[in-house]
């Protein structure tokens, strides 16, 4: 069974920075899509970003032109920069393999001054 284990998470002033990282135990198939998903205290979870075969990427509405989703396939890995953060973005970040349908344990990022 792939495992994910997420990194990068903690606490940022509000319209600071943040970059998560997701390394996978095993090879990832470059055809799988992966991606992002938050849940905040007492919401769902929600998609934030998802990276597909080829690099095509989409974002939810309220993250789209502050954060940017990357993968890079030889390392297994995949990647959230996340820029001019607020404190609604204040929530476990959990990464997620499609199709084999794997998820990782989640970091804990708090927008807080």
């Known amino acids: 069974q792939v495992q994910l284990v997420e990194s990068g998470g903690g606490l940022v002033q509000p319209g600071g920075s943040l970059r998560l990282s997701c390394a996978a135990s095993?090879?990832?198939?470059?055809?799988?899509?992966m991606a992002w998903y938050r849940q905040a205290p007492g919401k769902q979870r929600e998609l934030v970003a998802i990276i597909r075969a080829g690099g095509s990427a989409n974002y939810a509405d309220s993250v789209k032109g502050r954060f940017t989703i990357s993968r890079d396939n030889a390392k297994n890995a995949v990647y959230l920069q996340m820029e001019s953060l607020k404190p609604e973005d204040t929530a476990v970040y959990y990464c997620y393999v499609g199709v084999i349908n794997v998820w990782g344990k989640g970091t804990l990022v708090t927008v807080s001054s």
């Open positions: 095993e090879t990832i198939s470059i055809i799988v899509p």
